[in-house]
């Protein structure tokens, strides 16, 4: 995982770790090398591809899932769905990446340092791919804060949230991820002001974990070439002495 040197030059610390941990407030994110190893990553991502029929479509094409993401149901007035199938679209995730949620969850377990467990009736960790040639590959996607899945007390109180991604198929170049020193103050909407803060990307490799505030804003990048994107995602807020995730 390169990091790739940002305008303005002084930004804050991307940390570079061994093991997970919990961001600090003067983290973009924390990064883990490796955390997958290489021959993992190519078994879940040959699962992936063996599931393309029960892969989600989203925004009409720009985007497929295995599993439901909640964002992206939710911004397509689908909601409904993603609750009827939650249980499906778990065993599938289970049937072509066996573990994959178990181990997303052991990851979160690792920086969290307490226990962590599926919120009830969602859709457990899952991955996005994002085709090569796509829409995203020419314009990288929505500049964004992961707060879709937090409930109105839980944003309202700003409780401790993660969001975790683990590349296991990176483009053959680009499709980092951008990480601004902004973090959601109430508006969904970036302003100028937040996108003029310093910023960093962070270049995956095969397997490279990163762990990041769920209310940092952050961009994928574009990316070049004829390998799609494809990264396992889940989020996690904390809920007293444990932590909820979904995807």
Do not use: K
Not at 8 to 33: G, I, M, N, Q, Y
Not at 122 to 133: D, E, S
Not at 147 to 157: K, S
């Amino acid at each position: 995982m390169n990091l790739l040197e940002s305008v303005p030059a002084v930004v804050p610390a991307v940390r570079e770790c061994a093991e997970p941990a919990l961001p600090t407030p003067s983290d973009l994110a924390v990064c883990v090398w490796g955390w997958l190893d290489v021959a993992e990553c190519a078994r879940l991502v040959e699962g992936v591809y063996a599931a393309r029929d029960h892969w989600v479509e989203a925004f009409g094409g720009l985007q497929f899932s295995l599993g439901r993401a909640w964002y992206t149901d939710l911004e397509m007035e689908r909601e409904a769905d993603y609750f009827a199938e939650a249980a499906e679209r778990n065993a599938l995730v289970e049937r072509y990446a066996p573990g994959l949620q178990r181990r997303m969850r052991r990851l979160l377990r690792a920086a969290v340092r307490q226990p962590v467990i599926q919120r009830e009736g969602w859709c457990g960790a899952g991955v996005h791919i994002f085709p090569a040639g796509g829409w995203v590959a020419h314009q990288g996607g929505e500049i964004h804060f992961d707060i879709e899945g937090l409930r109105p007390e839980q944003l309202a109180a700003r409780a401790p949230a993660l969001t975790v991604v683990v590349m296991l198929q990176p483009p053959q170049s680009g499709g980092g991820l951008r990480l601004w020193d902004a973090r959601f103050d109430g508006d969904e909407i970036p302003s100028p002001a937040q996108l003029e803060q310093p910023s960093a990307s962070v270049t995956y490799g095969i397997g490279d974990a990163l762990i990041f505030d769920s209310y940092r804003l952050h961009w994928i990048e574009p990316f070049d070439g004829d390998r799609d994107r494809i990264s396992a995602t889940v989020h996690a807020v904390r809920v007293g002495a444990v932590w909820e995730s979904w995807f």
